[in-house]
């Protein structure tokens, strides 16, 4: 059973910080683009950073120079390096995963995990 599972979540003030931690587990050979969404009460899902395999990144423009995406390919991790957080950074933040090759040579497309859930407030 593929299995993407966050954690690091919690409560923050603003102005503070989180890392977010993201394991891939389940017979898992190889994982392509990874990254992190988010959804906030009453709002869509949006992207807010990506990763591929060879590092090329991208980020929202509401997280440009305070969130950070990094990633082990060798151990299908991902990670999002929060500062400087603002109460609109509140939500369920989502582990995203566009494809992964697992045992059997099966593909599974479009891979979300559970949430963890972020809350920045004084």
């Known amino acids: 059973q593929v299995q993407l599972v966050e954690s690091g979540g919690g409560l923050v003030q603003p102005g503070g910080s989180l890392r977010l931690a993201c394991a891939g587990s389940?017979?898992?050979?190889?994982?392509?683009?990874m990254g992190w969404a988010r959804q906030a009460p009453g709002k869509q899902r949006e992207l807010v950073a990506t990763?591929?395999?060879?590092?090329?990144?991208n980020y929202a423009d509401s997280v440009k120079g305070r969130f950070t995406i990094s990633r082990d390919n060798a151990r299908n991790m991902v990670w999002l390096q929060m500062n400087n957080l603002k109460p609109e950074d509140t939500g369920v933040y989502y582990c995203y995963a566009d494809w992964i090759l697992v045992a059997g040579g099966r593909y599974e497309y479009d891979y979300w995990g559970q949430g963890t859930q972020v809350t920045v407030s004084s």
């Open positions: 990763i591929n395999r060879i590092g090329q990144i």
């Open positions: 389940g017979g898992i050979f190889n994982i392509n683009a």
